[in-house]
């Protein structure tokens, strides 16, 4: 089972700030928190991870919090083609050693025109 | 991602047939591996494999089976088609970036079994 909790819909204007929580409450303490998005039915795309300082790259930014139980990936400007399903990840270590992402239902944006 | 192709992007067959889905990048990486998504599902993962001569299970393996052919090429076969093997599949690499893993995913293949 996934070990994130977000909000499965969310609307937001175009050119504003779109904000994505997600939960992670039982994250430990060497888990990274990874962030993918799927544009409608295409693969999904890495967008940005972070283990437990804020990062930002040229498609979003990641803010985590102290505690580290919980995220927000920030697109700053959505466009319309930000429309996606937002996926928060937290890995985690399978059998062997393997490193397999475990994808949630993940919150489904819509940017507005 | 252009760097990871799969083939055949659509494909329709009818039950108890064997069919092969392709994976090839052009990423040098050494993982790969393949998931299916089915709706409201997300993605699970069916095979993975570290190098050429890895290969492990995920967590839905039964009634696939893969193959790595070269660092570049992996194809998952499903021996005898059935109807609940309809899903979209994607192959995805990865390598070790800064800090831990990333992904990269294939366009998909979209498989209909009647």
């Known amino acids: 089972d996934a070990k994130t909790t977000q909000p499965p819909s969310m609307d937001c204007a175009e050119g504003r700030a779109a904000n994505l929580p997600c939960n992670h409450s039982?994250?430990?303490?060497?888990?990274?928190v990874y962030w993918y998005r799927q544009i409608h039915s295409q693969g999904p795309q890495y967008i940005i991870h972070?283990?437990?300082n804020n990062e930002t790259n040229e498609m979003a930014s990641l803010i985590i919090t102290e505690d580290r139980k919980s995220s927000t990936l920030i697109l700053p400007h959505a466009t319309l083609r930000d429309t996606a399903v937002y996926y928060c990840?937290?890995?985690?270590?399978?059998?062997?050693?393997?490193?397999?992402?475990?994808f949630g239902k993940g919150t489904k944006l819509t940017v507005n025109p | 991602d252009a760097d990871v192709t799969q083939t055949p992007r659509n494909r329709i067959t009818k039950t108890g047939k064997r069919i092969m889905l392709e994976c090839s990048q052009t990423?040098?990486?050494?993982?790969m591996y393949w998931y299916r998504q089915d709706p409201g599902l997300g993605l699970r993962l069916i095979y993975y494999s570290f190098d050429v001569k890895d290969i492990n299970k995920g967590e839905i393996s039964d009634g696939y089976s893969v193959s790595r052919q070269a660092q570049a090429k992996f194809s998952l076969s499903l021996e005898s088609a059935i109807p609940n093997q309809t899903a979209l599949y994607f192959c995805a690499t990865s390598d070790l970036g800064r800090g831990r893993e990333t992904q990269y995913f294939g366009p998909g293949t979209r498989l209909l079994v009647l």
């Open positions: 990423k040098g990486h050494d993982r």
């Open positions: 990840i937290v890995r985690v270590d399978g059998k062997g050693g393997s490193e397999k992402l475990v």
């Open positions: 039982t994250i430990s303490g060497n888990e990274y």
């Open positions: 972070g283990l437990k």
